[in-house]
Each structure stands twice: as structure tokens, then as C-alpha cells.
């Protein structure tokens, strides 16, 4: 039995470039920055940046982080995407809430959720 989150990480292939995807892009803070391993507050839950071996070859696939924006889906879409964001495609509306997905600078899927209106 999983008794909480330790932790949630994506593997990056360069790490600057992924800080500054996540504070500059995403707008969250960086707690720490190293070469190798990097934490970003992404409103009380960390998410940790690690650094690919250079011996290991980059594979789509992993964890999946959702952003709750803190305005409407659609306004932080169009600000995303004025930051150089390509989105896999439109906002996708469903029962159970509205999905973006889009991917971080080094190629991890990441998404935004607005959950259904009242």
C-alpha cells in the first residue's frame, strides 16, 4: 500500500534548458538547481528535473504532470503558446474536465485540466 507521493520526476537532456522551461515558461520557482538534479515548486507538490546519462538514449514516454491554471484554460493556452508552447491540439472537453496537452522542452508530455464547470 503507496502511502503517499515521494516524488515526481521527468528526465531532461539539458538541464538549463529545462529550469528555464519550467520558472521562465511554466512561471513556477526553481527550490534548487544542479547539473544533475534540479527541484521545482509546483505549488506545494516538487517536481524533480533529472538529468539523462550522457550513455542513455531519450525515449518518449514517463510521467504525465496536469497544471491547474490559475485563470481560464484558454487564457493560459494562448500565453503558452506567445512563450514558443506547441500544443498537440485544441482543448479537449470531456465529462470529467478539459484537457491541453503540450510538452516541455525536453519532450516529457505535460498537460493543462480545468475541471468541469458547475
Not at 506547441?86 to 479537449?92: L, N, R, T
Request: net charge negative; hydrophobic share 40%.
Amino acid at each position: 500500500m503507496a502511502s503517499g507521493v515521494a516524488t515526481v520526476w521527468v528526465p531532461v537532456d539539458d538541464m538549463d534548458r529545462a529550469v528555464r522551461f519550467y520558472t521562465d515558461v511554466l512561471g513556477l520557482s526553481a527550490k534548487n538547481t544542479a547539473a544533475d538534479w534540479s527541484e521545482i515548486d509546483a505549488g506545494g507538490l516538487t517536481i524533480g528535473l533529472n538529468a539523462r546519462e550522457g550513455t542513455a538514449a531519450h525515449a518518449d514516454g514517463g510521467a504525465v504532470i496536469s497544471f491547474t491554471p490559475d485563470g481560464g484554460i484558454e487564457d493560459e493556452v494562448r500565453r503558452l503558446q506567445e512563450a514558443g508552447v506547441q500544443f498537440a491540439g485544441d482543448i479537449a472537453s470531456y465529462d470529467w474536465g478539459r484537457i491541453a496537452a503540450f510538452r516541455d522542452s525536453e519532450g516529457n508530455d505535460l498537460q493543462l485540466y480545468a475541471p468541469p464547470a458547475d
